[in-house]
C-alpha cells in the first residue's frame, strides 16, 4: 500500500469511518511551529495530503476538510532525532541483531547503512509512538575511523523508512578514534588525512588507485564529502579535539561538518560559532566518563547557543538505538536548567526547535522537515499537554501526513500481563 492508502485505512479506523476527504484541519489546539516561534493559542494546522499547507491563529479551512479538535492539547511538529542509530540495532549484544558496525569488514568509508536499517525493529514503533518521526541513523566505527554513510528515515509503519540515503559520511576523531586509527591522537589525524589524500588522488586519476580495489571503494565513497556534496558528522568530544577539527578546514576547506557529541564545547564555543560549523550536542552530560569530557556540564548547549553556536541535540552513545524519546525530556530539562543558580539552559521555544527544526536545518532538511511552516511535510504529532513535560501523552501521530498506530511491542506485553490471574496465560499478541 502506499502512503495516501494507508492514510485512508488509519483515518478509518481512528475516526470511525471512510475518509475521502485529502485534507485535513486539525483546529483549537496550541499550535507548535516549532521553529523557535511562541506558540499558538486556538490554532488551526492544515494538512492536504503529504504536506502542510498552513498553521497558525486565521487559517481558512476548506468545506471538504477532514476535521480533528485539539482543544485543550498541544500540536506540533514530530521530534525529530538529531542523531541515533535506531534500526540498526535490536539487542545490543546479541551481534545478529546489531549492524551498528562492521568491525569485521574490509572497507570502511564505503559502507552504507541504508542496506541495515529494519523498519521492523521493535524501537521504532516504541519511539513512533512517543512522538519521534524522523532520525538521523548513522554507524559507528569498526576498524577504522570511518563509519560509513548515515542515512535520515522516517519512523512510519510501511516498509520504507528511508527519507534521505547517504545523508552524511560518519567519522571518529574522539578517543574512540584515536584507539580504531593506533592509539593516539595523532595516528587519528594522520589517518583522516590519508583517507582524504586518497580521495583525491582517485578524483584525479581513478586508475591510481584500480589495483586497490577496497582503498578505490572507500576513497569514491569520500569523493562527495572533500567536495563539500555531502556532509561529515564528526564525534568529538574535548576542547582540545574540536580545536584540532576545526582546524583540518585549512586543509580541506569545501568540508561541511558536523560536530556531534561536543561535551567540552562550552570552553571553545567561540571558536565553534566562528567556524559556522553547526553541533548536534549530547544534551545533559555533566558526568567525567572519560578523559574527554572531564570538563562535561548541563550548561553546554546553554552556554552554546549564548555564544552563537548553531545547536541541536543529538544522542550518541546514549541509548541512541532504544531510547530516542529520551530527547523530549532533555529538552525539558534544558529548559529547567535556567532555574538553576548560574546555570544556563534553552527557553522553551528554543529546547523545542533543538528537538525538532534544529536537527532538521542542521542536516540541511529544513525546507522539507522539522517545522509545520507550509511546504513542509505533514509530520504532526497531538499531545495531551506540554510536550516537554514528563506527564504528558501522545494521542495522535501523523507522518508524511499518514496517521500512525501508536501500538508497539512495549505496550502490548503491558496489556497481556497488566492483570495476571491463576491460570492460563491470556492470549499473547498476533505477530
Known amino acids: 500500500m502506499n502512503r495516501f492508502t494507508l492514510f485512508l485505512t488509519a483515518a478509518a479506523m481512528t475516526f470511525g469511518g471512510p475518509i475521502a476527504a485529502q485534507t485535513v484541519a486539525i483546529t483549537g489546539g496550541k499550535v507548535i511551529v516549532g521553529d523557535g516561534s511562541a506558540p499558538i493559542e486556538g490554532g488551526t494546522v492544515l494538512i492536504r495530503n503529504d504536506r502542510v499547507v498552513a ?50 569488514s574490509v572497507f570502511s568509508a564505503a559502507l552504507d547503512v ?9 524501537p521504532i514503533a516504541v519511539n513512533r509512538a512517543a ?33 534521505r540515503a547517504r545523508a552524511f559520511q560518519f567519522v571518529e576523531l574522539g578517543e574512540t578514534g584515536h584507539r580504531r586509527a593506533g592509539g593516539s591522537r595523532a595516528a ?39 567536495n563539500g556534496q555531502t556532509k561529515l558528522l564528526v564525534h568529538v568530544e574535548s576542547a582540545n579535539d574540536i580545536l584540532k577539527v576545526l582546524e583540518l578546514r585549512k586543509d580541506f576547506p569545501a568540508l561541511k561538518m558536523v560536530l556531534v557529541g561536543v561535551n567540552e564545547g562550552w570552553r571553545v564555543a567561540d571558536h565553534i560559532a566562528a567556524s559556522g560549523v553547526p553541533v548536534l550536542a549530547s544534551a545533559l552530560s555533566d558526568l567525567p566518563y572519560g578523559f574527554e569530557d572531564l570538563a562535561a556540564t548541563q550548561s553546554n548547549i546553554g552556554r552554546m547557543k549564548d555564544a552563537g553556536v548553531k545547536v541541536a541535540i543529538g544522542m550518541i552513545n546514549d ?13 525539558g530539562n534544558l529548559v529547567a536548567l535556567n532555574k538553576v543558580p548560574r546555570a544556563t539552559g534553552l527557553t522553551w521555544d528554543e529546547a523545542f526547535a533543538a528537538i525538532s527544526s534544529g536537527p532538521a536545518e542542521i542536516m540541511g532538511m529544513g525546507a522539507q522537515l522539522g517545522s509545520l511552516k507550509a511546504g513542509r511535510k505533514a509530520d504532526v504529532v497531538i499531545w495531551t499537554g506540554d510536550p516537554l513535560e514528563l506527564s504528558t501523552q501522545v494521542e495522535k ?21 497488566r492483570n495476571p490471574t491463576p491460570g492460563a496465560l491470556p492470549k499473547a499478541y498476533d505477530r
Request: aromatic share 8%.
Open 55 to 104: 498553521a497558525g491563529s486565521n487559517v481558512t479551512i476548506p468545506a471538504d476538510a477532514q476535521r480533528i479538535d485539539a482543544t485543550g492539547k498541544w500540536v506540533t511538529p514530530g521530534i525529530f532525532a538529531g542523531f541515533s542509530r535506531v534500526g540498526l540495532v535490536e539487542v545490543g549484544a546479541v551481534r545478529q541483531t546489531n549492524d551498528s558496525n562492521a568491525g569485521d
Open 114 to 122: 541504508q542496506y541495515a536499517i529494519n523498519p521492523f525493529a521493535s
Open 131 to 163: 512522538g519521534v518521526t524522523r532520525a538521523v541513523v548513522s554507524p559507528s566505527t569498526g576498524s577504522s575511523i570511518f563509519g560509513g554513510y548515515g542515512a535520515v528515515i522516517d519512523l512510519g509503519q510501511d516498509e520504507n523508512p528511508i527519507t
Open 188 to 226: 587519528a589525524h594522520i589517518h583522516f588525512r590519508a583517507l582524504l589524500n586518497e580521495a583525491r588522488t582517485y578524483a584525479r586519476n581513478p586508475a591510481a588507485l584500480d589495483s586497490d580495489l577496497l582503498k578505490a571503494s572507500d576513497a569514491k565513497a569520500l569523493l562527495p564529502v572533500i
Open 319 to 331: 541509548r541512541d538505538a532504544h531510547q530516542l524519546r529520551y530527547s523530549v525530556q532533555y529538552a
Open 397 to 417: 501521530v501523523m507522518i508524511d501526513g499518514v496517521v500512525q498506530t501508536l501500538s508497539n511491542r512495549q505496550q502490548r506485553l503491558r496489556d497481556r500481563y
